[in-house]
């Protein structure tokens, strides 16, 4: 059976102001591959109103280390 | 009969909800999957009318690439679109067909080892199954089951990017 060990729960990081969403999924989808991460895009939820987007997304980049582990953001 | 690997990447997962160009999506889908040399097929295509809300519209395809004598790519994209309501508005000063509602496009993909059938006794399907799974199962993983994975990872950009999303970016 699989062994799953939590080293973080839940971390959040929160900020409301002017921001390049753009530039900001670049830059976390860059670096997962520069560490040597697979990526994995479970979720992607847009939502378009006409003063604005909502986004929604659930990434679960992950790293074989052996044969018989991986790490898992 | 063929061995089918499956667990090659999880099930990724578009959902939209506003204003968007289905039938220009509907081309763009199929010119990729053209340009990739997948042979296109359709499993199903329901277009539900009379809602009150609009439409309901399914689409199931199942585009495959035949790699090489052995080995087959499948990929799987599975449509649902609610409340599809067409109708015609001004963009750059020209009159387009846009659509308004809200849909999930569902991709995966998977390996299809022997698709002509070669190995056919139970004794040369286990030895199959052995070099596939074990021996030669880091080839397979790098030279194939990166390579099926990066294509779907292009083709989810592209709908990202032609939706107009904030992550159309893709840097694998």
Redesign the interface.
């Known amino acids: 059976m699989v062994e799953v060990k939590s080293l973080s729960f839940g971390e959040t990081f929160g900020y409301k102001g002017l921001m390049d969403v753009k530039s900001l999924y670049k830059m976390i989808d860059k670096w997962f591959k520069d560490h040597g991460y697979d990526k994995v895009e479970l979720n992607n939820y847009d939502e378009v109103y006409e003063d604005g987007k909502q986004l929604r997304l659930k990434l679960r980049p992950f790293k074989k280390i052996s044969d018989y582990a991986k790490v898992e953001i | 009969m063929s061995l089918d690997v499956k667990d090659i990447?999880?099930?990724?997962?578009?959902?939209?909800?506003?204003?968007y160009n289905l039938d220009g999506l509907y081309k763009m889908m199929r010119s990729w999957l053209d340009a990739q040399r997948y042979d296109y097929m359709e499993k199903r295509y329901k277009d539900k009318v009379g809602g009150p809300f609009g439409n309901e519209l399914e689409i199931e395809m199942r585009p495959e690439l035949k790699v090489t004598e052995f080995i087959k790519f499948h990929i799987e994209v599975d449509t649902h679109m609610w409340e599809v309501k067409e109708f015609e508005a001004e963009i750059d000063g020209q009159k387009k067909l846009v659509t308004d509602g809200r849909f999930f496009i569902k991709l995966r993909c998977w390996i299809e080892f022997d698709y002509q059938g070669r190995f056919k006794t139970d004794f040369q399907k286990a030895l199959l199954k052995f070099m596939i799974t074990k021996v030669l199962k880091r080839y397979f993983e790098i030279k194939w089951y990166d390579r099926l994975?990066y294509d779907l990872?292009k083709f989810?950009a592209e709908i990202?990017k032609f939706?107009k999303?904030?992550?159309?970016?893709?840097?694998?």
């Open positions: 990447t999880q099930q990724l997962e578009i959902r939209y909800k506003g204003i994975k990872y989810h990202k939706l999303c904030e992550t159309e970016f893709n840097a694998y």
